[in-house]
């Protein structure tokens, strides 16, 4: 059973940044495209940012520019940058495997059970 573990979350002004990361405790991590996905309240999930294991990535319209993800083999784990931070970007934030044609057309379907999420919030 594959367990995923996120964390720094928290709640910052408008125009702050925070760094999310998510652990794994597989190598399994190694060859699978990743996936940052949010759901804020009364909202369906939705992809944020993908990578594949050659670090190409995707990212939501609404986060480009201002979000980054990366990943370390070494740590089995990904991180998503998230820079510029608005109110609307304030929701829970998971992250999971996700199968390529997901990836390829941003679904906000993940491959391993999900984790409990950290939670972002974005207010003045």
């Known amino acids: 059973q594959v367990q995923l573990m996120e964390s720094g979350g928290g709640s910052v002004q408008p125009g702050g940044s925070l760094r999310l990361s998510c652990s794994t405790s597989t190598s399994i991590f190694n060859r699978n495209h990743m996936a940052w996905y949010r759901q804020a309240p009364g909202k369906e999930r939705e992809l944020v940012a993908g990578?594949?294991?050659?670090?190409?990535?995707t990212y939501a319209d609404s986060v480009k520019g201002r979000f980054t993800i990366s990943r370390d083999t070494a740590k089995n784990t990904v991180y998503l940058q998230m820079n510029s931070l608005k109110p609307e970007d304030t929701a829970v934030y998971y992250c999971?495997?996700?199968?390529?044609?997901?990836?390829?057309?941003?679904?906000?379907?993940?491959?391993?059970?999900w984790g409990q999420g950290t939670q972002v919030t974005v207010s003045s």
């Open positions: 990578s594949t294991p050659g670090d190409s990535t």
């Open positions: 999971n495997a996700i199968r390529y044609n997901d990836y390829l057309g941003k679904a906000p379907f993940g491959l391993w059970d």
